[in-house]
């Protein structure tokens, strides 16, 4: 969607009368050349301008801007009244997925509620509110708590060998947040940034608000192609790469140790950032995982965002980035300017019930009730359709490659009716080209609702198979 | 600081390759003419840019890009590792001052916790977990919690006698989210906004970061000069003016009634958004304030931020965005993209706390205790100083002038080693000019601390009068 983009930074200019109307755009050699894309992906957004009623073509000579105010109905008529917004089209296609409530909700990598120590929870809470009378009247520094940060310094020494200083902590709420402060101090319209293909749907979107242009990596189950990786940072020097090697979202794939040590190497020669993004660390089936790219880093080229509360207590949205001190001043300062700082409240509820014993044992039946729902939809989908997939050995998700011609879209708009739900694979693309891919989440509901989503569906896919 | 927007923007353009090694700078007449800012804006600017070694001058000829690697060194030899950040020079100088630990706080615009119904909150705290036993595994709407959304339309009905539908109301993590919302969702670099002068500082930085042209509005005990404002929307055309109409922050002055309805209609007339900013609005001493704006708003061109946390439970920081449901579509969109959500226990807990009778009771206890508070502090730099202020009939705040020549930064440093902090006006101020203003807060130390504050800061003073 880069003509996007493109479009984006003219009509940037247009609004902010930089281009007035009647001028004469650049020609599309020239404007492809400045902003260093195609020229296909220019003309592509001239087009779209003139759609739009924001550009007109004079034969033979070029495209021209047009009256401002036509312009404006031409756009949306229904919004005359509404102030103009910088958004333009960009959304968050998985958000709004995931407002449509369903019944078996298939398109959430989140945990089932039923599956926490609920009831304890509660308890915990009561405890940690006589500990602290005046919890509710306190802010919280803006970087964290410093109980909670000494806490994960402590963890993080004992969980990866690697000696962390109180400020290589910031807290966030929650990982989106954390991909978005990253965004915002690091990206500045159509700056390359290397992301996996298929990735985070979430992510691509914050990413694509902030104006970047995503250059794809394609991940499998061994992991990338480094020499794809090096060729990519040469040519574009992005500012970073982000990436999810850890039980990757959505194929659960898992970038193997001799990789891990070698991007930290093209990290720093190229001076390209590395976001690792951690979300699943904790929910493995059969082995732990290999230690995280960040334990490698000595310069400073990592940073490493862990979502702890996904797994402990989702509700508190409790997530780090871990990162050197000469990226954490600024880091710190966007943090400030985002929301002055996690609210405390939800740091300390974490810090206790994360120290206690009874999480590392909710952690054991965390990863057996995973598996076994796991098991129960591959099952259900082994029997019933010729779908493709790798079996996950940690994560929250199912990544099926279904039949090539397969109307994904059409099947996904037939189950919102059926209070269905799932992700479609074309808005984890960066490319937004993998049609028939979707991601089935099997974390969120119950054994039985699980086996009668899943049999619904397929009887639905049915309809529309060839 | 406009000539470091300017500074940005360029280091920006050199940065993409857009302007590369060698190239010569646009003429200071030319470029000062594209971004409509003053030359001796963009000279200032090209200055920078000499010092920091990213540009040259060869005499008779002009300014030119100089080599990349060079410059990268020259501009922060001691951070050479770090990845450059678009944050630049920008900072959030209020944090910076807030983050200094000191006994005599009066920099922090908080109520004291121990103003809270602490144990009452907390026991309150323990019935929401068990009326929602999954709290904690549970994520909120992106919009916000629908049983506080309704509570709150319920409340404005009352209080305000505006009738306002569910999906007019976003909820946010605090004011300062609320106000980066709304800057990231109508800011692009250069755009001009009106601010009053002086005003919130966080609001300052949050708006200086998105690299918004701040062009000030004075605001005085009788509201604003309406044929400033109006010439000010007539020439250059903002995208919108921050206003915090009542109890202002720092000075405490109300805008009057007959102002707010005039407001609305420039608003409209030159479709420029009013951001109303309301986080006192329940802090009041003699008599309640004129309703909001946005009651007087019929088109949608008010954006009502009303923060309710910081009476009730600042700890939990909530506040809510009122505004129509054609705004609010892409602001819920840019709040996904942000975090995904207010937690959903913060909401539930306010929800539960905020809509019993003790918070009424608590309303009432804390408006005397605070003015109590804002007495001691008027009575103690009576006796002990010249300095001037206006009363404040509400707020958390005394905005003080100091004898003209007085080195207020020189005193801050000064006070810092007595564990003192307070606000310098500098920094409250768009133009960075009001140098002999300061900000005391009353409302976070007890009585006795503030009287000794009061007495040691005066004391300090003393020293640097002429």
């Not at 242009?213 to 991940?219: K, M, Q, S, T």
């Not at 790469?241 to 093209?266: C, D, I, W």
């Not at 189950?415 to 992700?423: G, K, N, P, T």
């Amino acid at each position: 969607m880069l003509f996007k983009q493109v479009y984006q930074y003219i009509v940037g200019k247009i609004e902010r009368n930089e281009w007035q109307a009647g001028e004469k755009l650049p020609s599309i050699r020239l404007l492809a050349e400045e902003l260093g894309v195609h020229r296909l992906t220019v003309f592509k957004a001239y087009q779209l301008l003139k759609e739009n009623g924001k550009a007109l073509v004079k034969e033979k000579s070029g495209y021209y801007v047009k009256d401002a105010q036509q312009s404006c109905h031409a756009l949306d008529p229904d919004l005359e009244a509404a102030p103009p917004t910088v958004l333009g089209e960009f959304k968050n296609n998985l958000s709004e997925i995931q407002a449509v409530p369903v019944a078996y909700q298939f398109s959430q990598a989140l945990i089932d509620p039923n599956l926490l120590p609920n009831l304890f929870l509660s308890e915990y809470v009561k405890k940690v509110f006589d500990i602290y009378p005046k919890l509710m009247g306190s802010y919280s520094p803006v970087q964290g708590d410093i109980e909670l940060r000494e806490l994960l310094c402590r963890y993080i020494a004992h969980k990866h060998k690697a000696q962390l200083k109180l400020n290589e902590i910031l807290i966030t709420s929650g990982a989106t947040q954390a991909i978005d402060l990253i965004a915002r101090l690091y990206i500045r319209p159509l700056d390359a940034i290397l992301v996996e293909r298929p990735t985070y749907s979430g992510a691509l979107d914050v990413f694509r608000i902030h104006g970047a242009r995503l250059i794809p990596v394609e991940i499998s189950i061994d992991g990338y192609d480094l020499e794809q990786v090096e060729a990519l940072m040469k040519q574009h020097r992005p500012r970073f790469f982000y990436m999810n090697p850890t039980f990757h979202n959505p194929t659960g794939y898992t970038v193997p140790s001799a990789q891990r040590k070698l991007l930290v190497e093209l990290a720093e020669r190229y001076r390209c950032i590395l976001v690792e993004d951690d979300a699943f660390h904790e929910m493995y089936f059969d082995t732990p995982p290999p230690p995280p790219l960040f334990t490698y880093d000595t310069e400073g080229w990592v940073l490493y965002i862990r979502s702890f509360s996904k797994y402990v207590a989702p509700g508190l949205r409790i997530c780090a980035i871990i990162c050197r001190q000469s990226v954490m001043g600024p880091l710190v300062t966007v943090k400030s300017l985002a929301d002055n700082g996690t609210p405390l409240v939800n740091q300390k509820i974490f810090l206790h019930y994360f120290q206690s014993d009874r999480m590392q044992q909710h952690l054991k039946k965390l990863r057996i009730a995973l598996q076994v729902r796991r098991d129960i939809m591959e099952a259900e989908l082994h029997e019933r359709t010729n779908w493709e997939w790798v079996r996950p050995k940690g994560g929250l998700n199912l990544w099926l490659k279904l039949p090539d011609t397969f109307p994904v879209e059409t099947l996904l708009q037939a189950c919102f009716q059926h209070s269905i739900s799932f992700v479609p694979g074309t808005i984890c693309d960066p490319l937004q080209q993998m049609k028939p891919w979707i991601r089935l989440n099997y974390s969120f509901i119950n054994e039985e609702k699980l086996r009668e989503g899943i049999r619904k569906l397929t009887d639905i896919s049915r309809q529309f198979e060839a």
